[in-house]
């Protein structure tokens, strides 16, 4: 009888430790934020940041869990050294006095094991906005490289810069742009 309280006891801490909440650290060389709007109507423009950081929690037996990033904005990256001056003036970024983006959740939904949806806010430019992000992809398995668990994610939202006070050039150049997350994050 001992013998088999001990396994029921045994078996009920196992479960309890599975469902515990599992932080993640975003690895930066592989998470890399991106957006794209309308040039003047003549093309589709892609830059992106080159320096992220952040956390992203998940219980994934309960279906809950956690995202704080924060994007370097001084890390713009529009392929033009002269171009990325310009994007960090007063009028744009204005990143001497919002060095930084951020995005925080306390809201992942799932279906089933996988994580769809983040609603949270993102602070750009010191305005702060509620953001839904569809997760076009998320998986989450060993890293064959690190040997540590590892979970990626890509999310996909549009905004209106206006919104967030980056509105120089509106409308010739695109108010409506495409953000692009995809992370990369090891298990702590």
Partial sequence: MKKIIALVFASSLTSLAVA???TYVIE???SMPRFEYSHLGYSIQLSRFDKISGTITI???KHTGALNVEIDAT???TG???FNTHIQAADLFDTEMFPTITYKSNK???EGDKVVAVEGDLT???T???VKLTVNSFMCMPHPMVKKEACGATATTKIKRSDFGVSKGVPFVGDEVTLTIPVEAIKQ
């Fill in 80 to 82: 033009s050294a002269m």
């Fill in 20 to 22: 515990a909440p599992e």
């Fill in 108 to 110: 992942l939904t799932f």
């Fill in 59 to 61: 219980d994934r037996a």
């Fill in 28 to 30: 930066p060389t592989h």
């Fill in 128 to 130: 702060t906005k509620p």
């Fill in 124 to 126: 750009v430019k010191g």
């Fill in 75 to 77: 890390s713009v990256n």
